[in-house]
């Protein structure tokens, strides 16, 4: 099989600057309430020009992650007061995968009632089409290697967004597009830490049955086999990442 290879990507010293406190945020490691270093003492731990780290506070400020009071300093928010839609946009596109745990509980939650709700859906309005994908990524599957994490984590993420785009809800197959960098930084710890054995072989055999329950159209059916497979992908997650 030939690899993939994404296009290396440049990004500005501002927008590297922007990602790295909004990781630090993010992650937990800086808390609500705490100041930020001065712009003169923070800027060359960074490595950037105090200009260019002044950009990346009024940006941050703009998505609610951190507040400027004038001659007081810089204050990490809570955001789960004062964030905003570029903050959520910004939480559905962090890619290093470190989450506040409260936050991290709360998107596993998030997405146990979302997708059990599309798994539902598709249940009742497949189609022959869908059900013929479905069926293509099953067998692909087959030939994915356990060392092969990046092709184990697309077809994961594909699987999730047909059976969204099945349910014949907009809203919800936009939703899981919007959720793919979590799924990706989520599905891509459970594969490295269990790319093999009885784990992956239950998520396959969970996968066999969301299919069967999808195809015989047994909404209920389908909705319970999803949240099972949600509920056993938190489980195991739980032994490799913090929950609450």
Same mark, same amino acid.
Do not use: W
């Given at each position: /099989?030939?690899?993939?290879?994404?296009?290396?990507?440049?990004?500005?010293?501002? #927008?590297?600057?922007?990602?790295?406190?909004?990781?630090?945020?993010?992650?937990?490691?800086?808390?609500?309430?705490?100041?930020?270093?001065?712009?003169?003492?923070?800027?060359?731990?960074?490595?950037?020009?105090?200009?260019?780290?002044?950009?990346?506070?009024?940006?941050?400020?703009? &998505?609610?992650?951190?507040?400027?009071?004038?001659?007081?300093?810089?204050?990490?928010?809570?955001?789960?007061?004062?964030? !905003?839609?570029?903050?959520? /946009?910004?939480?559905?596109?962090?890619?290093?995968?470190?989450?506040?745990?409260?936050?991290? !509980? !709360?998107?596993?939650?998030?997405?146990?009632?979302?997708?059990?709700?599309?798994?539902?859906?598709?249940?009742?309005?497949?189609?022959?089409?869908?059900?013929?994908?479905?069926?293509?990524?099953?067998?692909?599957?087959?030939?994915?290697?356990?060392?092969?994490?990046?092709?184990?984590?697309?077809?994961?993420?594909?699987?999730?967004?047909?059976?969204?785009?099945? %349910?014949?809800?907009?809203?919800?197959?936009? /939703?899981?597009? %919007?959720? &793919?960098?979590?799924?990706?930084?989520?599905?891509?710890?459970?594969?490295?830490?269990?790319?093999?054995?009885?784990?992956? #072989?239950?998520?396959?055999?969970?996968?066999?049955?969301?299919?069967?329950?999808? /195809?015989?159209? &047994?909404?209920?059916?389908?909705? #319970?086999?999803?949240?099972?497979?949600? &509920?056993?992908?938190?489980?195991?997650?739980?032994?490799?990442?913090?929950?609450?």
């Amino acid at each position: /099989m030939i690899p993939t290879f994404d296009p290396i990507q440049t990004i500005s010293l501002k #927008e590297a600057c922007i990602r790295k406190i909004e990781g630090l945020i993010l992650s937990g490691n800086l808390a609500p309430g705490e100041r930020l270093p001065s712009e003169r003492d923070l800027a060359p731990r960074l490595g950037v020009s105090r200009p260019v780290l002044h950009q990346a506070i009024v940006a941050l400020d703009a &998505k609610g992650l951190v507040r400027i009071e004038p001659r007081h300093g810089v204050f990490v928010c809570d955001f789960r007061r004062d964030g !905003s839609m570029a903050l959520f /946009m910004t939480l559905m596109q962090h890619e290093d995968g470190a989450y506040q745990p409260q936050l991290l !509980s !709360s998107l596993m939650a998030a997405r146990l009632l979302i997708e059990t709700e599309t798994a539902r859906l598709a249940a009742i309005h497949r189609t022959e089409a869908d059900l013929i994908e479905f069926q293509s990524l099953l067998t692909d599957r087959q030939q994915i290697q356990p060392g092969e994490i990046p092709a184990l984590v697309a077809y994961d993420f594909n699987l999730h967004q047909l059976i969204a785009a099945a %349910s014949g809800n907009l809203m919800y197959a936009l /939703m899981l597009n %919007s959720l &793919k960098q979590v799924h990706t930084n989520l599905a891509g710890a459970f594969y490295r830490a269990f790319p093999q054995g009885q784990i992956a #072989e239950e998520l396959i055999e969970f996968h066999q049955k969301l299919f069967a329950a999808i /195809m015989q159209q &047994k909404p209920e059916r389908a909705a #319970e086999v999803m949240a099972a497979m949600l &509920k056993h992908g938190e489980q195991h997650l739980q032994t490799i990442i913090p929950f609450p």
